[in-house]
């Protein structure tokens, strides 16, 4: 089985600190991605990586980062956490080249921004 | 317009029922459609995942596409108390780049009452 594993399922921080949420996946995955769920909008797509080393915007990235280093892991940076960044925070991964096979998600980080 | 609509429910039905869940799509590039179960407090975990129009079936879950009118539904035969959870749908584009974007329905909340 899959298992990607997000390092926090509850997070509270407060405005300005700089936020950092950390995945992982055992299944030597190519493509990682970070998407934000919230009600009434679904899931969108912060950033996604198709290898190491290599990032791509999404649909939402302003205010955000990431960073993948290794293969199986992938964070996502927020530089200076704002209030709207309050949200239910998902990782997910895939194999197969740029993506064509199905994601599997990690069961989420809500992070509280006060 | 969203590309991906889905009515978010709450659907409430008794167990045993046939539920039919339905997103329509607007982008005819979509080419392949999935659909994944989130459970409460949990991430979403993948149901079905179908590339062509028709029935695909997997024990008590069909999943149908219709590409012509853009419509994907999801039916869950003799509904249990354990289906209750939020579905999403999920459709897939293959970009210019050749990399692929999921675009994810808002998803709809489902009960099955005993």
């Known amino acids: 089985d899959v298992k990607v594993t997000q390092s926090s399922r509850y997070l509270v921080k407060r405005t300005g600190e700089k936020v950092f949420l950390e995945c992982v996946q055992d299944?030597?995955?190519?493509?990682m991605f970070w998407y934000r769920q919230d009600p009434g909008l679904g899931l969108r797509l912060i950033y996604f990586?198709?290898?190491?080393?290599?990032?791509e915007k999404g649909d939402i990235p302003e205010g955000y980062s990431v960073s993948r280093e290794k293969k199986e892991r992938f964070s996502l940076i927020l530089e200076s956490a704002s209030t709207n960044q309050t949200s239910m925070y998902l990782c997910?991964?895939?194999?197969?080249?740029?993506?064509?096979?199905?994601?599997?998600f990690g069961d989420g980080t809500r992070l509280s921004i006060l | 317009q969203k590309e991906v609509e889905q009515d978010p429910g709450p659907l409430s039905v008794p167990e045993g029922a046939i539920v039919s869940l339905n997103c329509t799509y607007s982008?005819?590039?979509?080419?392949?459609f999935m659909w994944y179960r989130q459970y409460s407090r949990k991430g979403p975990e993948l149901l079905m995942y179908?590339?062509?129009?028709g029935n695909k079936e997997d024990g008590r879950f069909t999943a149908q596409v219709d590409k012509s009118s853009k419509y994907i539904s999801l039916f869950i035969r003799d509904s249990q108390p354990s289906d209750s959870a939020t579905y999403l749908c999920?459709?897939?584009?293959?970009?210019?780049?050749?990399?692929?974007?999921?675009?994810f329905g808002t998803g709809t909340q489902l009960k099955v009452e005993l």
């Open positions: 997910a991964s895939s194999w197969g080249a740029r993506n064509n096979q199905p994601q599997h």
């Open positions: 982008n005819s590039a979509f080419q392949y």
């Open positions: 999920a459709s897939r584009l293959i970009l210019t780049g050749g990399g692929n974007k999921l675009t």
């Open positions: 299944m030597d995955h190519e493509n």
């Open positions: 179908t590339y062509s129009s």
């Open positions: 990586s198709y290898d190491v080393k290599m990032k």
